[in-house]
């Protein structure tokens, strides 16, 4: 009879010697807690994504609401109201403003210059007042001697500079005249030739009312 040829370690070479090691009890246990350690890790993933999913969905259901789109995808043109007008605040007119014109000093040298107190007073009754544009293009001081005009702070364009006049109310801007003479084209003051002695009339006026116009004051340059 032929003997079993058996390797060095003493493990019979054959069939037997290919089959897997069966797993314990113990092992079979281990293996069985992992899988269900597997499993709840899985089940509460999908949970926590789909809560996410869900809230984030309410989230910006509620944005849309608080904006007021609701179900509305798109609106029109049409479907937009109108402004509300909140206030009935009008321009100013010359029946509700009144000019004023001070003099720092009756006269000033040659080559001098002279300040105005240039003030623009509100003389209506309303409350909720009215508009009126205070700056050199629009509130004007004018020197003039007879018929000739000498000197106009409107020459130079300004920025406009709206004035909410009510009860009340009144507005004082400086004006400085230089002593001297414009022209038709607004030029650096520097080079604009000084009036000699003489006697001249400053007068401040509104552009858009030219009758509204403070008393006229006679200033004496020597």
Same mark, same amino acid.
């Given at each position: 009879?032929?003997?079993?040829?058996?390797?060095?370690?003493?493990?019979?070479?054959?069939?037997?010697?290919?089959?897997?090691?069966?797993?314990?009890?113990?092992?079979?246990?281990?293996?069985?807690?992992?899988?269900?350690?597997?499993?709840?890790?899985?089940?509460?993933?999908?949970?926590?994504?789909?809560?996410?999913?869900?809230?984030?969905?309410?989230?910006?259901?509620?944005?849309?609401?608080?904006?007021?789109?609701?179900?509305?995808?798109?609106?029109?043109?049409?479907?937009?109201?109108?402004?509300?007008?909140?206030?009935?605040?009008?321009?100013?007119?010359?029946?509700?403003?009144?000019?004023?014109?001070?003099?720092?000093?009756?006269?000033?040298?040659?080559?001098?210059?002279?300040?105005?107190?240039?003030?623009?007073?509100? &003389?209506? $009754?309303?409350?909720?007042?009215?508009?009126?544009?205070?700056?050199?293009? *629009?509130?004007?001081? !004018? /020197? @003039?001697?007879?018929?000739?005009?000498?000197?106009?702070?409107?020459?130079?364009?300004?920025?406009?500079?709206?004035?909410?006049?009510?009860?009340?109310?009144?507005?004082?801007?400086?004006?400085?005249?230089?002593?001297?003479?414009?022209?038709?084209?607004?030029?650096?003051?520097?080079?604009?030739?000084?009036?000699?002695?003489? &006697?001249? $009339?400053?007068?401040?006026?509104?552009?858009?009312?030219?009758?509204?116009? *403070?008393?006229?004051? !006679? /200033? @004496?340059?020597?």
């Amino acid at each position: 009879m032929a003997q079993r040829v058996q390797r060095k370690s003493g493990r019979p070479v054959g069939a037997g010697a290919s089959k897997r090691r069966k797993p314990s009890k113990k092992q079979r246990a281990i293996y069985r807690r992992r899988r269900i350690v597997v499993g709840l890790t899985v089940i509460v993933v999908l949970a926590l994504v789909s809560f996410c999913v869900y809230s984030l969905g309410r989230g910006l259901g509620a944005v849309g609401d608080a904006l007021g789109y609701g179900e509305r995808v798109a609106l029109s043109r049409d479907s937009v109201p109108d402004p509300i007008k909140t206030n009935d605040i009008t321009d100013c007119s010359s029946a509700n403003v009144e000019l004023t014109l001070t003099p720092a000093s009756q006269s000033v040298a040659v080559g001098g210059s002279l300040d105005f107190t240039a003030t623009i007073t509100y &003389t209506g $009754t309303s409350k909720a007042g009215c508009l009126i544009d205070g700056s050199d293009s *629009s509130r004007v001081l !004018t /020197i @003039t001697s007879g018929n000739q005009t000498i000197w106009r702070s409107d020459v130079c364009e300004s920025d406009s500079r709206m004035l909410l006049m009510a009860k009340g109310d009144s507005d004082k801007q400086t004006i400085t005249w230089n002593a001297d003479s414009t022209g038709t084209k607004c030029v650096a003051d520097a080079e604009l030739p000084r009036v000699n002695a003489g &006697t001249y $009339t400053a007068q401040l006026s509104l552009k858009d009312f030219p009758k509204t116009v *403070s008393d006229p004051v !006679t /200033i @004496t340059v020597q």
